[in-house]
């Protein structure tokens, strides 16, 4: 069975520095998906960015980028420029690609981040 | 385009009581899946309806039950309700493996069984 781990329940950044959060997961499939999903205080799962595994380039949008190392099993967050609005839990997730499998999602635990004006 | 919507926002039910919470997809897609997310954790993957049939369910009970509509839109129930029910229910619709996968959240339901 496939699983995520968060393994800094908290973090803290300052407002328009950079903030680095880390992900790891362990699957044996060869072909899937990772996500970073951003939770603020109203609940609604935003998505922030996805990586496909077969794709050796980090995806970015904007101020938001990824470290995928696919060897390590790890997928990591950079944040830029942190914003208040930035200020949320974040949740990592896989999902595999077999085609005709089921879509599920398996999250992490989550990591809260605080910006500090 | 319209975002998945979900209803109601809030519900309180008391033990062993019986529960229906709905979903609309995003317009385009075609399967949704549904979530328990436990405060303080990541959501729980519970099932998944590709174009009215289950494809795929999480480590949850049978009196989990889902269906999903000519439309896409879903309903979870819950019968039996436990304690533990308590939780924030969370529907999220995607376009199937044609789409990447990419599942798009709604608000979710706050759930408390009393």
């Known amino acids: 069975a496939q699983t995520v781990t968060q393994s800094q329940p908290e973090m803290s950044v300052q407002e328009a520095e950079t903030v680095t959060l880390s992900c790891t997961y362990d699957t044996s499939e060869s072909d899937y998906y990772l996500f970073w999903y951003k939770q603020p205080p109203s609940r609604q799962m935003i998505l922030v960015i996805r990586?496909?595994?077969?794709?050796?380039q980090n995806a970015t949008e904007n101020r938001f980028s990824v470290n995928f190392q696919k060897a390590a099993k790890s997928f990591s967050l950079k944040i830029s420029d942190s914003q208040l609005g930035d200020a949320a839990m974040y949740f990592c997730a896989y999902r595999g690609a077999r085609q005709g499998g089921s879509e599920k999602l398996v999250f992490g635990k989550g990591m809260k981040l605080t910006v500090n004006p | 385009e319209t975002g998945v919507t979900q209803s109601p926002t809030h519900l309180i039910k008391t033990r062993g009581q019986q529960v229906t919470l709905r979903c609309s997809s995003q317009?385009?897609?075609?399967?949704v899946s549904w979530y328990q997310q436990a405060l303080g954790q990541g959501p729980q993957f519970i099932f998944q309806?590709?174009?009215?049939?289950?494809?795929g369910r999480g480590n949850f009970p049978p009196r989990f039950s889902g269906l999903q509509f000519p439309n896409y839109s879903s309903e979870l129930n819950v019968n039996a309700l436990e304690l533990d029910d308590s939780a924030l229910y969370l529907c999220a619709s995607s376009l199937g493996l044609a789409g990447g996968g990419t599942q798009y959240f709604g608000p979710g339901t706050r759930l408390l069984v009393l």
């Open positions: 990586q496909e595994a077969y794709k050796q």
């Open positions: 309806y590709y174009r009215e049939e289950e494809n």
């Open positions: 317009s385009g897609h075609n399967t």
